[in-house]
């Protein structure tokens, strides 16, 4: 059975930052790409960043140069390094994977006050 772990989330003021890890647990043979969505009250889930071994990460406009995927392929774990953080990236924010099937974490919330 695969599990993705997530931690990292909180509370922080607007132009803080703060760092979310997932850490894949189970029988995994290939991890094609791994990436963080997030899902805000109201609003349909969004992809924030995503990374896989052949490519160049991914990113939404809203997050271009302020949020930083990285990837430790020894842990299989993913990290995201979220700074300058705004109101608007208030959410809940899940880690996905995506190999023979798709996985997803439990979710971990992002709260950014003004």
């Known amino acids: 059975q695969v599990q993705l772990q997530e931690s990292g989330g909180g509370l922080v003021q607007a132009g803080g930052s703060l760092r979310l890890s997932c850490t894949v647990y189970?029988?995994?043979?290939?991890?094609?790409?791994m990436g963080w969505y997030r899902q805000a009250p109201e609003k349909q889930r969004e992809l924030v960043a995503d990374i896989s071994i052949v490519s160049s990460p991914n990113y939404a406009d809203s997050v271009k140069g302020r949020f930083t995927i990285t990837r430790d392929s020894t842990k299989n774990t993913i990290y995201l390094q979220m700074d300058s953080l705004k109101p608007e990236d208030t959410a809940v924010y899940y880690c996905n994977l995506k190999s023979r099937g798709e996985y997803w974490g439990q979710g971990t919330q992002v709260t950014v006050s003004a």
């Open positions: 189970g029988d995994i043979r290939v991890i094609n790409v």
